[in-house]
């Protein structure tokens, strides 16, 4: 590719989130947004096949339609206070309209039909940056306008993601059809504080991240894609199967692995404020999203040999991809929980 | 107690680093050695805890209960070696990995005084458990008990989980050490209920109470022998361990709250001890024979009087001594048969004469034959229930009545009648095997003469 071009869109994908995360005025934290999805565009299309093209042109819409909806909601915010400044949205509907953007952007329930399809048509790393990268932005429009934004319509749609996650992922094979569904179902939990510590949303997002970019980094080596690929990972590359089944662990939110520590932490701050029956739900929903899990470890690390397997052996070529940083993600995706202690810096 | 700690995080690199021909030896012995230091925390002088660290205690509750962890992981890897035998190394060293990294996880539990802390430690052991169940396992149907196994205990812990941060957040603190101390929490009637079973759910899955004890019979049945032996010695015991330690904040409403589980422990003694009349599977048999006497813990548990807290720990140890060892009897036939069913390898008296004197005391142990502790802790069991209510007597009598007979059901077809033809030419009696029972019934004979140890906090 133009050495330009490979470095104009990363750049751009970079500023525009960094445009978005900085400022104050709303036009241009809008323009970051756009920025970010027309970079990504040329990103989620790296290979030309009709998928491809299915997966980006679903992503385009609903991301269009989303900044449009937050548009409207500026420029409603405009007319009835006159200013541009973020932390100044008293007008209810301004206020209902972004948080309905903003959780479109994000892919929670019940706008979350395109992340799995959108997931499923584009390649792994690709995948990888739509899932962690591209949830920053509005993460961070979220984590400013936490006070203001309607709560009715965050519970609704946590409560939601959280089930449609689970649910959802029950029945797929395909691995990036997968990690959608955990990443809808993450981002139900991250919200789900967002009314009560929005630095807490933070700490999910943060660790969300670190997992699944550990994770996608481990199917990238051998292109993993379906869960009968990762069935004779073992035999190519043991140690990668076994970290795969502990970073999946940690996703699923086990003690004593780092996943569990954003759920503790949601659990007492929902408790604090009095929510009780909400986190039991959303805990035990949770378990779905271990189940599908456990299917993939289950493949992956325990039905080794000499147990038998129906699986057909793939061609074994030497891995050329990069793994950037892998040994760092694993230790902090799975030995992170004993700096728990550190958590009241939240406050 | 960073000195049991740090030795048994230091048997990893002990086990990984052993030469080839030594793996076996290094872990056992150095295992063996780490169980002598829990010693030190039987001697207890006074009701006090032995407060040893912000984080970790010892108390005549949790020191028997130490020990017993302690003892068993030598067994453990002594008990492993057959079925290891013709795996690679770097498989062999994983395997004892997962069972040292499970010791660790227990004793953390055991030892812990905050009770998030007990959680946490609680949770942390189902992973290996569940490697070791699903990984080393030897049907295929391993992989539905391993899921069974994971989602019961999850399902039941998540609420628990709920619970404890509500008692962290409306009384400040859930350490053990301080809430003996607190006044009690006062709810409105509903959300009382509520908050009593959320704590007491996890506990009676684990134990398992009799209506939601679906997962043991699988999870025993098709786990490892190390696997099956940590999970009916230690891994019930957590759950009554932790339902003595909760109650403690739990206390006004426990008292109408109990009467559902008690009566599906008195039912449910009955019925899992019926079950093992009818088994055609060893490990299955003793399996459900570990439901039947842990229904009993729970029910002397629940009625919360000295006696039955003294009877309930007494159980629990004996009961983890004597199901270790009828799971190390089960396994040493299955190594020889390759089948569970129990009369495929009938009349083995001739056969292996001294492997017939452990079967025979470890049925007189599993029967609760006086003087052995199963006896004193049933005894003390059943005087607790018959002072809570006279009728209970019906139910603990047909229940030792029922268990007598399973026992010797299963004592009498594995070693007496007429051999079968087809198992002539079977390997006699291992060194190792016979060491392996000897040590499992050397504590439990000598508790016999000094069960002052097991009998808790009112001695």
């Known amino acids: 590719m133009n050495p330009t071009t490979l470095f104009a869109i990363p750049m751009t994908l970079f500023s525009g989130t960094m445009l978005t995360m900085l400022s104050s005025h709303w036009l241009l934290i809008w323009a970051g947004l756009e920025m970010n999805m027309l970079a990504l565009i040329p990103i989620l299309m790296k290979k030309t096949n009709p998928r491809s093209t299915e997966a980006t042109t679903k992503y385009f819409l609903t991301q269009t339609t989303a900044s449009m909806l937050l548009m409207m909601a500026i420029l409603i915010n405009m007319t009835s206070s006159g200013q541009w400044t973020i932390t100044n949205m008293d007008n209810p509907s301004a206020t209902s309209l972004a948080t309905l953007a903003l959780i479109m ?26 899932l962690t990268w591209q949830k920053l932005a509005p993460i961070s429009i979220m984590f400013q306008l936490a006070p203001l934004l309607n709560p009715y319509i965050i519970l ?38 967002l009314m009560y510590s929005p630095s807490t949303m933070i700490l999910n997002l943060s660790i969300y991240i670190l997992l699944t970019l550990t994770t996608f980094s481990m199917l990238t080596i051998y292109a993993n894609h379906t869960i009968s690929s990762l069935a004779l990972l073992w035999n190519k590359n043991p140690l990668i199967a076994l970290a795969i089944s502990l970073t999946l662990l940690s996703l699923g939110g086990l003690p004593p692995l780092t996943g569990f520590l954003p759920k503790w932490i949601i659990i007492q701050e929902m408790m604090k404020n009095n929510s009780i029956i909400t986190p039991l739900f959303m805990t035990i929903a949770a378990l779905l999203n271990l189940y599908f899990y456990m299917r993939l470890i289950y493949s992956t690390t325990l039905t080794m040999l000499p147990t038998t397997n129906n699986i057909k052996t793939k061609w074994r070529f030497e891995s050329t991809k990069q793994t950037l940083l892998l040994p760092t993600l694993l230790i902090l995706s799975t030995f992170l929980l004993p700096l728990a202690p550190i958590t009241p810096i939240l406050n | 107690m960073l000195k049991l700690i740090i030795p048994t995080i230091m048997l990893i690199p002990t086990t990984w680093y052993s030469n080839n021909k030594m793996i076996w030896i290094n872990s056992t012995t150095h295992s063996l050695l780490i169980s002598l230091i829990t010693l030190l925390f039987l001697n207890h002088n006074d009701e006090n805890s032995m407060t040893t660290s912000l984080n970790f205690f010892s108390d005549p509750l949790s020191s028997p209960l130490l020990m017993l962890t302690t003892w068993l992981l030598p067994l453990m890897i002594m008990a492993s070696q057959h079925h290891l035998s013709k795996e690679t190394h770097t498989r062999k060293k994983l395997y004892i990995t997962m069972l040292i990294l499970l010791q660790l996880f227990l004793i953390m539990t055991f030892a812990a005084t905050e009770l998030m802390m007990f959680y946490i430690m609680f949770e942390a052991t189902l992973i290996p458990t569940l490697i070791i169940i699903t990984r080393w396992g030897n049907q295929p149907e391993r992989l539905n008990a391993g899921l069974y196994f994971l989602f019961y205990t999850l399902f039941g812990s998540m609420p628990l989980l709920i619970a404890l941060t509500y008692i962290h957040n409306s009384t400040g603190s859930l350490n053990l050490l301080l809430l003996p101390h607190w006044t009690q929490m006062s709810l409105p009637p509903w959300s009382n209920t509520l908050l009593w079973t959320a704590c007491m759910t996890a506990f009676m899955v684990k134990m398992p109470l009799y209506g939601l004890h679906l997962w043991l019979p699988k999870a025993h049945v098709e ?129 292996l004469p001294l492997m017939t004197t452990w079967w025979l005391l470890a049925s007189l142990a599993n029967l609760a034959l006086p003087p052995t502790i199963n006896l004193i802790g049933e005894l003390f069991v059943m005087m607790t229930a018959f002072s809570w209510s006279n009728v209970t007597i019906i139910f603990t009598g047909l229940n030792m009545l029922i268990t007598a007979s399973y026992t010797l059901f299963m004592l009498i077809t594995t070693q007496r009648g007429t051999l079968t033809h087809h198992i002539n030419s079977i390997k006699p009696t291992f060194t190792r095997e016979n060491s392996l029972m000897l040590m499992h019934v050397i504590p439990l004979l000598l508790l016999s003469l000094n069960p002052k140890m097991t009998l808790g906090l009112f001695h």
């Not at chain 1, 892919?107 to 792994?124: K, Y």
């Not at chain 2, 022998?225 to 940590?230: E, F, K, R, W």
């Not at chain 2, 759950?239 to 739990?250: D, F, N």
């Not at chain 2, 629940?302 to 009961?319: D, E, N």
């Open chain 1, 105 to 130: 952007k994000l892919g929670l329930s019940p706008f979350h039909f395109w992340i799995p399809e959108v997931t499923q048509g584009i390649p792994l790393t690709s995948g990888m940056i739509l």
């Open chain 2, 223 to 351: 786990a490892p022998i190390a696997g099956s032996m940590v999970l009916a010695a230690i891994l019930l015991k957590l759950g009554g361990y932790g339902m003595m330690r909760i109650t403690i904040v739990l206390n006004p409403p426990t008292t109408p709250m109990t009467y559902p589980f008690l009566i599906l422990s008195l039912w449910g003694m009955i019925m899992t001890s019926s079950i093992c009349l009818r088994q055609t599977d060893l490990k299955s048999l003793i399996a459900y024979s570990s439901v039947s006497h842990m229904a009993l813990v729970i029910m002397a548990i629940l009625i919360q009087t000295p006696w039955g807290f003294a009877g309930a720990m007494t159980l629990m140890v004996a009961h983890g001594l004597t199901s270790s060892l009828l799971f190390c009897l089960a396994n040493s036939n299955y190594e020889r048969v390759h089948n569970r069913t129990m009369i495929l390898a009938r009349g083995l008296q001739v056969l």
């Open chain 1, 156 to 193: 609704t749609s946590t409560a939601l993601s959280i089930l449609v996650g689970g649910w959802g992922g029950l029945n797929q094979t395909q691995l990036r059809k997968i990690m959608a569904y955990s990443s809808i179902s993450h981002m139900g939990w991250t919200t789900a504080i």
